[in-house]
Nanobody, 120 residues
Framework: EVQLVESGGGMVQPGGSLRLSCAASGFIFSSYDMSWVRQARGRGPEWVSSINNGGGSPYYTNSVQGRLTIARANAQTTLYLQMDNLKPEDTALYHC?????????????WGQGTQVTVSS
């Protein structure tokens, strides 16, 4: 079955960095665009970033542009999110998600998430 397992979250101070990883299995990883989607406490899902199946055409929500970098290693079936200059508003549960291909901001599989907390 499709599995997406995030790791790399933690607590950092504002301005700090983290690298999130998402280990994918159960499908042909290189055939799918992938996204990072976050959920802050008491809020709905917020799309953060997407990357095309081949590793190109990265896209970001405005609030993270210049600070977060999405990447993937198809040979390792792993998706990454390099997070730099983190801000308190980045605090959320970060999920990797497989794009459904049927609509924008539509994902058919989600990982369980890894918590990122940015606090002084």
């Amino acid at each position: 079955e499709v599995q997406l397992v995030e790791s790399g979250g933690g607590m950092v101070q504002p301005g700090g960095s983290l690298r999130l990883s998402c280990a994918a299995s159960g499908f042909i990883f290189s055939s799918y665009d992938m996204s990072w989607v976050r959920q802050a406490r008491g809020r709905g899902p917020e799309w953060v970033s997407s990357i095309n199946n081949g590793g190109g055409s990265p896209y970001y929500t405005n609030s993270v542009q210049g600070r977060l970098t999405i990447a993937r290693a198809n040979a390792q079936t792993t998706l990454y999110l390099q997070m730099d200059n983190l801000k308190p508003e980045d605090t959320a549960l970060y999920h990797c998600a497989r794009d459904s291909g049927r609509a924008t901001y539509d994902w058919d599989y989600w990982g369980q998430g890894t918590q990122v907390t940015v606090s002084s």
